[in-house]
């Protein structure tokens, strides 16, 4: 409703319109440890892709099967690799030409892997906005564990970081 004896007088930010995003298709993440959702956007703050972490097409659900890293396989139960795909790797996916990547902007919720970063300087990102940190489970859950490699790898190809300090309006989404 609007209220013509208080109109609005601001808006979001980019910075904070595209990370609230980042943070709101996390919520489509099926992972039971990580909410990632990944917003690639160009330099005329046009959206390119966005992408959240979950399973891959036709393979074992996390909450329907739970998590290989801490569960098991469901049929063997022998601890296996993450079968997720990251946000960032289906935002690459999703963006269907990865060309049009080069020199685009990342908002993720959280910092990326170094698997990602590696996808992420190949496809030429030259920014990463992030909110949180990445921290990896270990085999069997009981460990987290912070990766530096990717860092090093951003420092190394000159991409820009930055720790993401506004506002998020959409975090308590169940």
Known sequence: MI????PKKKRLSWDETFMNL???????AACKF??????FVDKNHRIISMGYNGPTEGDYHC???GCAKVDGDPET???KRCRGAHAEMN???NAQDPTRL???TLYSSIFPCYDCMKSLNNAGIKEIVY???YERIRTGGEQKEEENESEELAKKRDIIIRKYEGKILVNNIN
């Open 3 to 6: 209220d013509i004896n208080n």
């Open 22 to 28: 980042a943070v709101l298709i996390s919520k489509r």
């Open 34 to 39: 990580h909410e990632m959702g990944s917003v």
């Open 63 to 65: 909450f329907e099967d």
């Open 77 to 79: 139960k022998q601890l």
């Open 91 to 93: 935002g690459i996916i």
């Open 102 to 104: 080069r020199g685009a």
């Open 131 to 133: 909110l949180g940190k």
